[in-house]
């Protein structure tokens, strides 16, 4: 990961943070809460010339993660900017990141915005920067709760229809193994599976088990959102791989679940994990271990999704993700261009500098709740 000596800009000419509020084009229905838009907070650096941004994948609430888009600010403000030194090298920064404990989704804010900065003066596209490879990304769709399994079908056909290589379905206890039947009978073939955002019990096992029938390419955080070892006892009693989402923060959760044997598969969501350094990380000690990975997504606005998209550059990444087209999430973005899918469901790799977006000023001013310019 040779981008990891590149020098940091000696000074910053601005440091921001943008908090925004897009409303969904539906809301988003999980087991664990219903979020009808994306507050985000987002990290906006200039230095040499160019501009970095990065988006934090913090919610306002802590119902999917502990950290929160003002847990996030505060550490960043007060914690991460402090650390930057001038002469210092990426990977340097990094390191002294370390010191920090948790607070991944904070750490990945700073990374994101860094690299995006960096790859800009470079005057490269992320992924070259990154030293990944240009491919182009699978697709792959998550549906939220619906009422009735005749709705839920609706919409698994449209994804279908429309070219995503991959269903993902929102799980809940009284919402499983009807709901998935019904998709099953009318799509037999899919690549199908269901995400439980932790919603189960050790004691649902029989449920769970039942499942198998279905064949699922896998079914993602049944047990707590705080549970490695209850996955691992859950594991064996089941045909379908277990994926773990919202449990893993680290390399070394990572570890626990390999040497547990806790899960078959691994969501690894950049923002989640501390940043696209650590998700490489991950990605390469999982292909080690012959667990696939897929990028997770955060319902994020173009410009997490951007992160996601040049991450999956990366072959370690086999599995099609949650990238999926803007407009299934907003009616207008705050950056152009929109991620679109081609005719055969795969997404194009954006080829400016950076991550290839550019933020449109008068959308961004539309969604914009709060500035705040912070001074080092
Ligand atoms: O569990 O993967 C999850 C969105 C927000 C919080 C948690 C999750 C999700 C998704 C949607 O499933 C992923 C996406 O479309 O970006
Ligand atoms: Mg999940």
Redesign the pocket.
Known sequence: MNYLNTILPASFGKIEFLLIDIPFVTP?V?S??T?NGKQALILHLEADGVSGYGEC?A?PDPF??PETTVSCRYIIREFILPLLKPGMALGEFLTAMEHIRGNYMAKATVENALVDLLARRDRVPLFTFLGLPKRRIHS???L?LQNTPEELCRKVGEAVHSGYHRV?M?IKKGKDYQFIEAVRDKYPDILLMA?A?GDYQPEDRELLSSLDTFELTMI??PLSYNDIYLHSQLQPFLKTPLCL??SIHSIEDCKTALDLNACGVI?I?EGRVGGITNALMMAKLCAENNIPVWS?????TGIG?AF?IHLQCSPYFTLPG???ETT??FKEDIIDKPVVLEHDGFIEVPEGHGTGVEVIPAKLQKFLLATEEVTL
């Open positions: 988003f999980t664990s809460y979020w994948v919610d999917y993660s792959g769709i998550s939220g993902k929102k995400d955002n993602e955080q989402d919202e969501n969501k997770g997504g955060m319902d994020e999704r996601n949650d990238t999926s299934r999430y």
